[in-house]
């Protein structure tokens, strides 16, 4: 069953501006990880956050994680041309298995 | 430098014609996947191998088939591919990391095309 739902499923903003996307998920869950998607491409690891965490930095990304809605964001600060890709939260499911949320397709405008 | 690889990256076959891909890692990681991927959609997981052992998922097709003959290689065959198989496959490796945290790392991806 789908653990993952994303919101926006797009989000087309201006270079510059701060994007922020949305995940929920239904079971309780040890760790929560972001990837990101280039077209075409395989998927890369961004940021774990755990569950005793509530919030993460790396670099221009911020992860926020609210266990008791079952909920996490993304912010991505000064976006860059290059930040548009699509964008995955993924929780684990049993074991070693990663259940992946539809994705927001993130466009960032010149 | 190539952690994950995967050939080829474009694959077209006839429907019905048996094809395989191939996946490669240089990590040494126990868990080796493979996932399904159309057009904006969420990667699918197929299956995958924790060392040697075989962990179907319950709705892959029947069509689907993996080997993993050692720890660096694993191997997609697809037995009759149907216009329905055309994606991306994408294959990833991990292992337990800290706290069992199963980091994926993914490849570039074989994209299959049927004609």
């Known amino acids: 069953s789908q653990q993952g739902e994303e919101d926006p499923q797009a989000l087309s903003i201006q270079e510059g501006e701060n994007a922020t996307m949305n995940c929920s998920y239904k079971?309780?869950?040890?760790?929560l990880q972001w990837y990101r998607q280039n077209s075409g491409r395989g998927l890369v690891h961004l940021i774990l956050i755990r569950s005793n965490e509530r919030e993460k930095h790396s670099g221009r990304l911020r992860v926020t994680l609210d266990t008791s809605k079952k909920s996490s964001s993304l912010l991505i600060t000064a976006s860059r041309a290059a930040d548009t890709a699509s964008y995955f939260c993924a929780v684990i499911q049993g074991a070693q298995k990663l259940v992946f949320g539809q994705g927001t397709r993130l466009t960032i405008n010149p | 430098d190539a952690m994950v690889i995967q050939n080829p990256r474009y694959q077209v076959t006839q429907f019905g014609k048996p094809v395989t891909l191939s996946c490669s890692q240089t990590?040494?990681?126990?868990?080796m996947y493979w996932y399904q991927q159309k057009s904006s959609q969420a990667p699918k997981l197929l299956f995958h191998y924790y060392d040697k052992d075989f962990n179907n998922e319950a709705d892959t097709p029947d069509n689907f088939q993996s080997r993993r003959p050692n720890t660096s290689f694993c191997f997609l065959d697809i037995r009759s591919p149907g216009l329905g198989d055309a994606a991306m496959y994408l294959c990833a490796t991990s292992s337990p990391g800290l706290a069992g945290t199963y980091e994926q790392y993914f490849g570039p991806g074989t994209r299959l095309t049927v004609t």
């Open positions: 079971t309780s869950i040890n760790n």
């Open positions: 990590l040494n990681h126990n868990v």
